[in-house]
Structures are given as structure tokens and as C-alpha cells.
RNA sequence: GGGCUUGUAGCUCAGGUGGUUAGAGCGCUACACUGAUAAUGUAGAGGUCCCUGGUUCGAGUCCAGGCAGGCCCA
């Protein structure tokens, strides 16, 4: 061993005659830690000592490892390297993330399988099998590029994500948080096709050919303002002609459901006087100014109002007056479709019909004021809730609330005169008819009779499609389960600012503001492979069961036996307990009232399964306690930026709901590592760079070092090659000269340096004084960029140059 | 469409609170050394500080608006 060569002759130092190999001094020093345990040692003789908290956020192994988890790895192991040098102890538990959607699809795609098949061509465990199998096949490529390129983790003991120990805390976790109330189930609007009676994925609806575009009738509907306090600065005080909000839709059939407008805080709006082109009737309207020349023309500017008939081609028209969309906040409008003519009371109705800001308002189109249905739109949905406005959902025959159109996609009994009229045409019925109306163009007809259409016209644009079944997507409010993330928002926010963020922007910015836009936690995945939902229903859904422990299932199994709901308990006699579906939906528990109860069909989103980590990595909170608290929370994580709404964003949510703290106190963000060009790596482009071969060639030192010298971790680094031979030459090369050079006159004149025999500072001479003095600033300089957990400004002070 | 982020020499990057002639390393050119030699030393060339406006006696730096790239989210 060259190393241990040299710490063994003490008689001179060794002089090479050959360039360094770079790569064989990486494999020569790691021979040599492996065979004297440094890691462990590193952390086993600094027992007693002040600990360091890491988390290491679990990799994924169902894929071969890039030269970017170098990055983000040499990160994590610089700072827990100095601290490590600092004194402290810094235990290191790897861990692996093993469930959720990328390992399904990536099993469906080899066995040539879709999620339909899940169930009739494969059985769900066949299925989940095949998923753990698949989901550890790369770790050993993972534990070889970890211990190449010489991160310091505990690979021996990792926490395993699909364990049942691991599972059971998670229940454990759900348990305490649907304890404190955190746990509810509400829904969610989602891609959904009536034909095929199912939600479609984001993935489903990426697939080619699904946007398609369509001639739909669109409608400009007229909100009719409320005269009151809000509104009174609109009213000229001595005009009482009426006033009318515009709004645009490409779904008129969404109209009925309308309890909501919104307008861009910013965005100039103007007061126009003018006549309903379908009635005849003077108006007054509210429209963007930036789309007034869109509804009017340059004829109807000049045109004399006195002179206009109902029926004239030409509109007259005049700005009245001009605000901002913040002024319109607050203003009351008339429904629609009131009760009146047959349409449904609903609950909350009070808080319905008000003007409210949405981030998502443009004047692209439309008229910049956009129409709200809350059950019928995702932006909607979020915007409405935000601003406590209700949702028009009307009770079904068994008495639970739900949308004005049902799930095979027809209007409700309870919608007046459209009452039963399909939304699109999902039931293919025919249509060839002279008299033919689509739903949409009933309301429409309907609308200019009321007074209430502005503009009726044709449009073509694009709109998605079940790839299925070739009909037009709806989205519509899904059952889902949800984390009230929002019931503790402010104090997410509050703790947030305790956190020290690397980059501070990434902490202030993407993450700060995803915490004020907060909305609750989706939790619900209806899929196969992940954390089960451990809950149990009775079938009115008006009993239920939240399980927090194998213990008290299999009780709970015990006392379903005992009423005969189940023949017997599966786990009666020991036999090893798997949490994952099938297995837990073949379990029925018993109400108190005596009812059946059966699980929710759910997974839970694998986000919490890593955001659970600090936790469930120690069986906490169903043993070792005092390891957890001990070990909580880190004081250093690090990942990539990608992780905001992820690792980040999970840690601190399960964090400040279950122990009122942050999860972490330092966190670095890194960026993404490029091509030399700035393009994204990829497999399909050939432009991915092989993490194996660089160490193997530059050694794990130049490679690290160029990493981090080169640019800061948060920004994007252009990767190239040439920049690791650069550090070789430049930083490596210059290392080993100049220790060459030394050994060189002091083996002549038989110079000896020891710890001990030091000239005293006194009899030093002038220059020797002058590098001391310039070591120490050097060292002081260095602590302090790692202090701020800046690697690369240490880096580069400590550059020879 | 929104949030965040980047744009300075051929390349990779520095340039608190505005202030002379805008810096470093690599690369390039020339010279020196030839017992640090797949090195080393010295010197040099090389810039529309992304663009347009504004604030100011003065802007790479501050403000506004664009353009281009990147990430995340709709």
C-alpha cells in the first residue's frame, strides 16, 4: 500500500518518479479505509461527542445512478466530513425509497402490461412482487458508486421504504395526524372521462393524440352586479342603468355551476356604456381594457346611442370610467340561474357570487374577468377555496352531496329545465336531428333570451380526450384523502423562516411561496404498489376506523372474527405480517354499531413514505424513542432543487404537524448538473455522462473537486471533462509538484518534520513566519465558508494559484 | 401563464452598501528555465458586462420593461 508506505518510512519521503494515476490512488485509499473501518471508526470514536443530525433523502434504485447523484452526494459528504473533522459524531443511515408510479410503470412497460390489467391478467400480488423485485435491481450499482466515490453512509443498516416495520410507523404517523384531526376526505378535480367511468393521470393524458381541437359554443356571459357598499364606486351616484360583470366560457354548461369571478389584481379593467346586442337593452360593462377592441368597434365609438334600434348591427359604446382589478374585489353579483327558474338551493350559498383575485387571469382571451366553477376546474377549485367561496353541489338520492353533473356525465334531476341533458355527447346518441340542440346551445338560447349573453359565437380550440374512448375529458371533483396542510399553514410559514436555506432565494422563493399558496395534501394514489391507506369504512361511510399499529389490527381482526365478519385471523398464529395490498384489502373490520367496515382502496402518496423518514427510519413512534428524539430534527439535508415539492416540502409539512418543529435546520438545494453545452443529460441523447468511468479515470478527488470548485452547488453545472483534467493539471498537479519538490531537498539535506521536534516560533525565520500566519488566515477563512455552508468559496480560497 | 434562477474575455467563473483604466484560472501568443520537466517562471493580446429605457454628477452594480437559457408548477 502506498500509503501506508509512506506513513511508515520515517526515514524519508518518497519521491515519484511517475506521474500520479489518479484513478489508482482513489482505489488505493479505499482499500485502505475498508480495511481499517475509517468510516466507522470515524463515527464509533467520537461516542459521547455532540452529534451532527443527517438525513440522507433515500435514492431510488430501480435505475442506474448519473454522474448528477455524484453532485448531489459529494454535497452531503463534505459537510458531514467537516464536521466530523469539527469533533462531532455524525451517524450516517442510508436508506432506500422503493414505491410509487415510476417502478409500476416501469413493470408495466416489461410486462407489456396497462393498470387495466392489474388484477385480471396479473394478480395484484403477482404484481407487487414483480415491483420489489424490480425496485432493488440497481442497488448494487448504487452501493458501488457510493463507495467509489468515497461517500461516507452506513450502506449495512439502511431503512427500506417497503418494510413492514417501516409501513407500520407511517400507519402510525397517518393515525396521529387523523387523531388530531389533520386526516379528512374531500376531493379534488381531476381528469375524468364519463365514458370510461375513471380518472385519467397526467401520464394518460400526456399520451399523443389526446388534445384535439374542437368547435365548441362559447359563450360571454353578463354577471349582473349588486348595488351595495362594494360596488357603489362602479354606480355613477345618480345612475341607476344596470351593470354587468363579463365573463368568457368555452363551457357554457358550466355556467349553472358558476358561484365565483375572478379578475388579475393588476390587470386595467374599464367601465363600458352600451346596448345588449341580442335584446336591445342599454347596459353598463365590466371588461378588461386590453380586450375591449375584441367586443367593440371603432364604428360604435362614434355611433350616437340616441340613434341605436334593437337589432343594429353597430354597437355604440363609451368608456365610462377605468380601474384596477384589486377595486373590483368584494363586488356581489346576481346568480345566474336563481331558484327562481327551477335551479337547486345550495349550502353556503351566502358566500357564493363575489369578485376574487386568481394568479391564473389573463387578457389573452375571453374578457380578463374568468367565470368560477369550482366543481368543474382545477385553478377554480384551488382559487374558490382559497377565498372561502362554495362549490354548488346538490344531494343525490341517498342524501350525499355532489356536483350538477353526475358521473356518467349528465345534468342532475334537480337542474330545472336542463334537468337529465347530457354534458357532451357520452352516451353517443344521436345528433344528425334538425332541431338538435347540444346542451351547451340550449343554455345559450336560453341566456340571450334572460338578458344574460353578451356574445354567443363558435370557437375552435384545443381540448383534451380520453384516450379510450375518444370523448372529450370533464374535469370533475374526485373522492380523495387529504393531510389539512392549510389548518397549520401559518406556522409552516413561521418555522420556514428558522430554516437556514441554501440558496436563501430557494428557501424565500419557490419554497416560500408554495407554502402561502398552500393547499391541502392529496394524499389518495389508486394504485398497487406503495403504503396502503389504513383506513376502515363502513360502507355509508358514517363509521370508521383509523389503524396505527400491526397490534391493533390484528385486535381489530380478532373482534371482526368474534362478529363473523371475518371466518378467521390470518395473523392468529404469528405469521408474518405484509402490509401491502392485496393483503390488507382482504381485511374487513367491525363497526361499533356491528357493521362491516372495509379499507379504503387507496395508497398514499410515496411522498410521505420519505418525508416519514426522520421517524420511521428508527420504528418510531413505536419504539426507540429515545434514539429519535435524539437523532431529530437534522441539522443538515441536502438534494437537488427538484425536491422543493417533494423530500423538502414533506419533511417540514409531517415535521410541524406532528412535532411542532422544523425537520431540518440547514438545507442545501443543489442544481442540476448539464451537459457542457447547458442541455439536459439524457440516455435518448447520448450526452449522459458515465459516473463510473470518470472516477475511474479522473479519480474520485478531481472529480468531487471539480464539482464543487467550479460552481456553486445551487447553480447548474456544465459538466465537461476537460474541466477535471484542468483541476488535475491545475490543482492535483500542482499539489504533487510541489510536495515533490519538497521531498526532493528535504531527503538531500535530510529534513525531518514530526509533530514534536517544531523549530520554536522565535527562531523561525521571516518567510516561514509569513506562511504560518498565511496557513492560519487560510483555515480561518475556509471554516467560515463551511460554516455558511458554502463548499465552493472554501473550495476556491483553497486553491493553489 | 405563474414562481424561482442564470446571462461579464474563446471556456469556467469572481465582481458587499453605485465611484479611476472591469478581474482570476484555463486556453492562446511570446520569452525564460531545463535538477519541480506530462512541469515551472515572466510578459502580452483578448470584453457592446444580453437588449431598451429610467434614476444619478457617475450604472456591470439600483429601478422598469423586454430577449434568451434552465428548473418547478399550472
Same mark, same amino acid.
Given at each position: 500500500?502506498?500509503? *501506508?508506505?509512506?506513513?511508515?518510512?520515517?526515514?524519508?519521503?518518497?519521491?515519484? %518518479?511517475?506521474?500520479?494515476?489518479?484513478? #489508482?490512488? =482513489?482505489?488505493?485509499?479505499?482499500?485502505?479505509?475498508?480495511?481499517?473501518?475509517?468510516?466507522?471508526?470515524?463515527?464509533?470514536?467520537?461516542?459521547?461527542?455532540?452529534?451532527?443530525?443527517?438525513?440522507?433523502?433515500?435514492?431510488?434504485?430501480?435505475?442506474?445512478? =448519473?454522474?448528477?447523484?455524484?453532485?448531489?452526494?459529494?454535497?452531503?459528504?463534505?459537510?458531514?466530513?467537516?464536521?466530523?473533522?469539527?469533533?462531532?459524531?455524525?451517524?450516517?443511515?442510508?436508506?432506500?425509497?422503493?414505491?410509487?408510479?415510476? /417502478?409500476?410503470?416501469?413493470?408495466?412497460?416489461?410486462?407489456?402490461?396497462? %393498470?387495466?390489467?392489474?388484477?385480471?391478467?396479473?394478480?395484484?400480488?403477482?404484481?407487487?412482487?414483480?415491483?420489489?423485485?424490480?425496485?432493488?435491481?440497481?442497488?448494487?450499482?448504487?452501493?458501488?458508486?457510493?463507495?467509489?466515490?468515497? &461517500?461516507?453512509?452506513?450502506?449495512?443498516?439502511?431503512?427500506?421504504?417497503?418494510?413492514?416495520?417501516?409501513?407500520?410507523?407511517?400507519?402510525? @404517523?397517518?393515525?396521529?395526524?387523523?387523531?388530531?384531526?389533520? @386526516?379528512?376526505? !374531500?376531493?379534488?378535480?381531476?381528469?375524468?372521462?364519463?365514458?370510461?367511468?375513471?380518472?385519467?393521470?397526467?401520464?394518460?393524458?400526456?399520451?399523443?393524440?389526446?388534445?384535439?381541437?374542437?368547435?365548441?359554443?362559447?359563450?360571454?356571459?353578463?354577471?349582473?352586479?349588486?348595488?351595495?357598499?362594494?360596488?357603489?364606486?362602479?354606480?355613477?351616484?345618480?345612475?341607476?342603468?344596470?351593470?354587468?360583470?363579463?365573463?368568457?366560457?368555452?363551457?357554457?354548461?358550466?355556467?349553472?355551476?358558476?358561484? !365565483?369571478?375572478?379578475?388579475?389584481?393588476? /390587470?386595467?379593467?374599464?367601465?363600458?356604456?352600451?346596448?345588449?346586442?341580442?335584446?336591445?337593452?342599454?347596459?353598463?360593462?365590466?371588461?378588461?381594457?386590453?380586450?375591449?377592441?375584441?367586443?367593440?368597434?371603432?364604428?360604435?365609438?362614434?355611433?350616437?346611442?340616441?340613434?341605436?334600434?334593437?337589432?343594429?348591427?353597430?354597437?355604440?359604446?363609451?368608456?365610462?370610467?377605468?380601474?384596477?382589478?384589486?377595486?373590483?374585489?368584494?363586488? %356581489?353579483?346576481?346568480?345566474?340561474?336563481?331558484?327562481?327558474?327551477?335551479?337547486?338551493?345550495?349550502?353556503?350559498?351566502?358566500?357564493?357570487?363575489?369578485?376574487?383575485?386568481?394568479?391564473?387571469?389573463?387578457?389573452?382571451?375571453?374578457?380578463?374577468?374568468?367565470?368560477?366553477?369550482?366543481?368543474?376546474?382545477?385553478?377554480?377549485?384551488?382559487?374558490?377555496?382559497?377565498? !372561502?367561496?362554495?362549490?354548488?353541489?346538490?344531494?343525490?338520492?341517498?342524501?350525499?352531496?355532489?356536483?350538477?353533473?353526475?358521473?356518467?356525465?349528465?345534468?342532475?334531476?334537480?337542474?330545472?329545465?336542463?334537468? =337529465?341533458?347530457?354534458?357532451?355527447?357520452?352516451?353517443?346518441?344521436?345528433?344528425?336531428?334538425?332541431?338538435?340542440?347540444?346542451?351547451?346551445?340550449?343554455?345559450?338560447?336560453?341566456?340571450?333570451?334572460?338578458?344574460?349573453?353578451?356574445?354567443?359565437?363558435?370557437?375552435?380550440?384545443? &381540448?383534451?380526450?380520453?384516450?379510450?374512448?375518444? %370523448?372529450?375529458?370533464?374535469?370533475?371533483?374526485?373522492?380523495?384523502?387529504?393531510?389539512?396542510?392549510?389548518?397549520?399553514?401559518?406556522?409552516?410559514?413561521?418555522?420556514?423562516?428558522?430554516?437556514?436555506?441554501?440558496?436563501?432565494?430557494?428557501?424565500?422563493?419557490?419554497?416560500?411561496?408554495?407554502?402561502?399558496?398552500? +393547499?391541502?395534501?392529496?394524499?389518495?394514489?389508486?394504485?398497487?404498489?406503495?403504503?396502503?391507506?389504513?383506513?376502515?369504512?363502513? #360502507?355509508?361511510?358514517?363509521?370508521?376506523?383509523?389503524?396505527?399499529?400491526?397490534?391493533?389490527?390484528?385486535?381489530?381482526?380478532?373482534?371482526?372474527?368474534?362478529?363473523?365478519?371475518?371466518?378467521?385471523?390470518?395473523?392468529?398464529?404469528?405469521?408474518?405480517? $405484509?402490509?401491502?395490498?392485496? &393483503?390488507?384489502?382482504?381485511?374487513?373490520? +367491525?363497526?361499533?354499531?356491528?357493521?362491516?367496515?372495509?379499507?379504503?382502496?387507496?395508497? /398514499?402518496?410515496?411522498?410521505?413514505?420519505? !418525508?416519514?423518514?426522520?421517524?420511521?427510519?428508527?420504528?418510531?413512534?413505536?419504539?426507540?424513542?429515545?434514539?429519535?428524539?435524539?437523532?431529530?430534527?437534522?441539522?443538515?439535508?441536502?438534494?437537488?432543487?427538484?425536491?422543493?415539492?417533494?423530500?423538502?416540502?414533506?419533511?417540514?409539512?409531517?415535521?410541524?404537524?406532528?412535532?411542532?418543529?422544523?425537520?431540518?435546520?440547514?438545507?442545501?438545494?443543489?442544481?442540476?448538473?448539464?451537459?457542457?453545452?447547458?442541455?439536459?443529460?439524457?440516455?435518448?441523447?447520448?450526452?449522459?455522462?458515465?459516473?463510473?468511468?470518470?472516477?475511474? #479515470?479522473?479519480?474520485?478527488?478531481?472529480?468531487?473537486?471539480?464539482?464543487?470548485?467550479?460552481?456553486?452547488?445551487?447553480?447548474?453545472?456544465?459538466?465537461?471533462?476537460?474541466?477535471?483534467?484542468?483541476?488535475?493539471?491545475?490543482?492535483?498537479?500542482?499539489?504533487?509538484?510541489?510536495?515533490?519538490? &519538497?521531498?526532493?531537498?528535504?531527503?538531500? $539535506?535530510?529534513?525531518?518534520?514530526?509533530?514534536?521536534?517544531?523549530?520554536?516560533?522565535?527562531?523561525?525565520?521571516?518567510?516561514?513566519?509569513?506562511? *504560518?500566519?498565511? @496557513?492560519?488566515?487560510?483555515?480561518?477563512?475556509?471554516?467560515?465558508?463551511?460554516?455558511?455552508?458554502?463548499?465552493?468559496?472554501?473550495?476556491?480560497?483553497?486553491?493553489?494559484?
Amino acid at each position: 500500500m502506498r500509503r *501506508l508506505e509512506i506513513l511508515n518510512n520515517k526515514m524519508s519521503y518518497p519521491e515519484y %518518479k511517475q506521474p500520479l494515476n489518479y484513478g #489508482q490512488v =482513489g482505489t488505493d485509499i479505499l482499500a485502505w479505509w475498508k480495511q481499517n473501518s475509517i468510516f466507522e471508526k470515524s463515527v464509533s470514536s467520537r461516542e459521547g461527542q455532540p452529534t451532527f443530525v443527517f438525513y440522507e433523502g433515500p435514492p431510488s434504485a430501480n435505475g442506474a445512478p =448519473g454522474i448528477h447523484h455524484v453532485m448531489a452526494r459529494t454535497v452531503k459528504d463534505i459537510f458531514c466530513r467537516y464536521q466530523t473533522l469539527l469533533g462531532k459524531q455524525v451517524p450516517r443511515k442510508g436508506g432506500w425509497d422503493t414505491h410509487g408510479l415510476p /417502478i409500476e410503470l416501469q413493470v408495466e412497460k416489461e410486462l407489456g402490461i396497462t %393498470k387495466e390489467d392489474i388484477g385480471k391478467k396479473i394478480s395484484i400480488e403477482e404484481y407487487n412482487q414483480r415491483c420489489r423485485e424490480t425496485v432493488m435491481r440497481f442497488k448494487a450499482q448504487w452501493d458501488d458508486l457510493t463507495e467509489k466515490m468515497g &461517500y461516507w453512509v452506513d450502506l449495512d443498516d439502511p431503512y427500506i421504504t417497503f418494510e413492514p416495520e417501516y409501513i407500520e410507523s407511517c400507519w402510525a @404517523l397517518l393515525k396521529k395526524l387523523y387523531d388530531k384531526g389533520f @386526516l379528512y376526505k !374531500g376531493y379534488t378535480i381531476q381528469p375524468y372521462s364519463p365514458a370510461a367511468g375513471t380518472g385519467l393521470s397526467s401520464h394518460e393524458l400526456n399520451q399523443p393524440g389526446t388534445y384535439r381541437d374542437v368547435m365548441d359554443t362559447t359563450v360571454v356571459a353578463q354577471f349582473k352586479v349588486v348595488r351595495d357598499a362594494a360596488s357603489e364606486k362602479l354606480f355613477a351616484a345618480d345612475d341607476a342603468a344596470p351593470l354587468h360583470i363579463l365573463a368568457w366560457t368555452t363551457t357554457p354548461w358550466t355556467l349553472p355551476a358558476n358561484t !365565483g369571478l375572478a379578475v388579475g389584481k393588476n /390587470i386595467p379593467y374599464v367601465l363600458v356604456r352600451t346596448f345588449n346586442p341580442y335584446t336591445g337593452a342599454p347596459v353598463r360593462v365590466v371588461l378588461a381594457e386590453a380586450l375591449v377592441g375584441k367586443y367593440f368597434t371603432e364604428k360604435g365609438k362614434e355611433a350616437s346611442s340616441e340613434d341605436f334600434k334593437p337589432g343594429d348591427k353597430v354597437l355604440p359604446w363609451r368608456i365610462e370610467n377605468t380601474f384596477k382589478g384589486a377595486d373590483l374585489v368584494g363586488i %356581489k353579483y346576481e346568480r345566474l340561474f336563481g331558484h327562481a327558474t327551477g335551479f337547486p338551493v345550495f349550502e353556503n350559498e351566502e358566500n357564493a357570487f363575489r369578485v376574487i383575485v386568481g394568479d391564473f387571469v389573463t387578457t389573452e382571451d375571453g374578457t380578463g374577468i374568468v367565470h368560477i366553477s369550482p366543481t368543474f376546474g382545477a385553478d377554480d377549485f384551488r382559487v374558490a377555496q382559497q377565498n !372561502g367561496i362554495p362549490a354548488l353541489m346538490v344531494a343525490d338520492d341517498e342524501g350525499k352531496l355532489s356536483p350538477i353533473v353526475d358521473r356518467t356525465g349528465r345534468y342532475v334531476a334537480q337542474m330545472g329545465e336542463f334537468g =337529465g341533458r347530457w354534458v357532451k355527447n357520452y352516451d353517443g346518441h344521436d345528433q344528425s336531428g334538425a332541431d338538435y340542440k347540444t346542451l351547451d346551445e340550449s343554455i345559450a338560447i336560453r341566456m340571450k333570451g334572460d338578458g344574460t349573453a353578451f356574445k354567443v359565437e363558435k370557437y375552435e380550440h384545443t &381540448y383534451p380526450h380520453c384516450w379510450r374512448t375518444d %370523448k372529450p375529458v370533464l374535469y370533475y371533483p374526485l373522492d380523495s384523502w387529504f393531510i389539512k396542510t392549510t389548518a397549520v399553514k401559518d406556522r409552516l410559514i413561521e418555522l420556514n423562516k428558522t430554516i437556514n436555506w441554501q440558496p436563501a432565494s430557494t428557501g424565500t422563493g419557490r419554497f416560500g411561496n408554495w407554502l402561502e399558496n398552500l +393547499v391541502d395534501w392529496n394524499l389518495s394514489r389508486s394504485r398497487y404498489w406503495g403504503t396502503p391507506l389504513p383506513i376502515w369504512r363502513t #360502507q355509508d361511510g358514517t363509521e370508521e376506523i383509523c389503524i396505527g399499529s400491526i397490534e391493533q389490527m390484528k385486535q381489530e381482526i380478532d373482534k371482526a372474527v368474534t362478529a363473523e365478519i371475518m371466518t378467521h385471523n390470518p395473523y392468529a398464529n404469528g405469521e408474518k405480517v $405484509d402490509l401491502h395490498r392485496p &393483503y390488507v384489502d382482504d381485511i374487513f373490520l +367491525v363497526s361499533p354499531s356491528g357493521q362491516p367496515m372495509y379499507r379504503e382502496p387507496d395508497l /398514499i402518496d410515496v411522498w410521505f413514505d420519505s !418525508g416519514a423518514m426522520p421517524y420511521a427510519q428508527w420504528h418510531y413512534p413505536l419504539e426507540n424513542s429515545e434514539k429519535f428524539h435524539k437523532n431529530f430534527p437534522a441539522d443538515f439535508i441536502a438534494e437537488g432543487v427538484d425536491q422543493t415539492r417533494g423530500w423538502f416540502f414533506t419533511l417540514h409539512a409531517l415535521a410541524v404537524m406532528l412535532e411542532d418543529s422544523v425537520a431540518y435546520k440547514n438545507v442545501m438545494a443543489n442544481g442540476l448538473v448539464l451537459d457542457k453545452n447547458g442541455n439536459k443529460m439524457s440516455k435518448r441523447l447520448g450526452n449522459a455522462v458515465d459516473p463510473f468511468a470518470t472516477i475511474a #479515470q479522473y479519480g474520485p478527488d478531481a472529480t468531487r473537486w471539480y464539482m464543487i470548485a467550479n460552481a456553486q452547488p445551487w447553480d447548474n453545472l456544465k459538466f465537461d471533462l476537460n474541466g477535471i483534467t484542468e483541476v488535475q493539471r491545475r490543482f492535483f498537479g500542482t499539489l504533487f509538484n510541489t510536495y515533490s519538490f &519538497y521531498a526532493l531537498y528535504a531527503n538531500l $539535506d535530510g529534513f525531518q518534520a514530526t509533530e514534536t521536534a517544531r523549530v520554536p516560533h522565535h527562531e523561525l525565520s521571516e518567510l516561514d513566519r509569513w506562511i *504560518l500566519s498565511k @496557513l492560519q488566515s487560510l483555515i480561518k477563512e475556509v471554516r467560515g465558508h463551511y460554516d455558511a455552508y458554502d463548499p465552493t468559496k472554501a473550495a476556491r480560497a483553497s486553491r493553489i494559484s
